[in-house]
């Protein structure tokens, strides 16, 4: 059915930036809200940002608002995550999901039927 993978995450000195990319294989690629979310070790996956269906809506974390775009291209499936001013604290594997059509929270992993296999994004200090 629907794959998401993603790519983009490496290393970068606090201050830069890196634009993570998801793509996705399957149908119906515009009619679900898309997310990331991330995870450092030994810590619960948290939420980071989410797009609705068509792009017009978006939603963030507070702690990364004002620096990480979400953004969508429902022709080339992808989504995207320009991250700028990175942190040491963003440091986290960076996953993409898809909500399911059922509805649900942005903010819930609950609310993702589909993952990718996660990328590794490390902000040196």
């Known amino acids: 059915q629907v794959q998401l993978v993603e790519s983009g995450g490496g290393l970068v000195q606090a201050g830069g930036s890196l634009r993570l990319s998801c793509a996705a294989s399957?149908?119906?690629?515009?009619?679900?809200?898309m997310g990331w979310f991330r995870q450092a070790p030994g810590k619960e996956r948290e939420f980071v940002a989410a797009i609705s269906w068509s792009g017009g809506n978006t939603y963030y974390q507070d702690s990364v608002k004002g620096r990480f775009t979400i953004s969508r291209d429902n022709a080339k499936n992808m989504v995207y995550l320009q991250m700028n001013s990175l942190k040491p604290e963003d440091t986290a594997v960076y996953y993409c999901?898809?909500?399911?059509?059922?509805?649900?929270?942005?903010?819930?992993?609950?609310?993702?039927?589909?993952w990718g296999q996660g990328t590794q994004v490390t902000v040196s200090s």
């Open positions: 399957g149908r119906t690629f515009s009619s679900y809200r």
């Open positions: 999901a898809r909500a399911g059509s059922w509805g649900g929270s942005y903010y819930s992993s609950m609310t993702y039927d589909y």
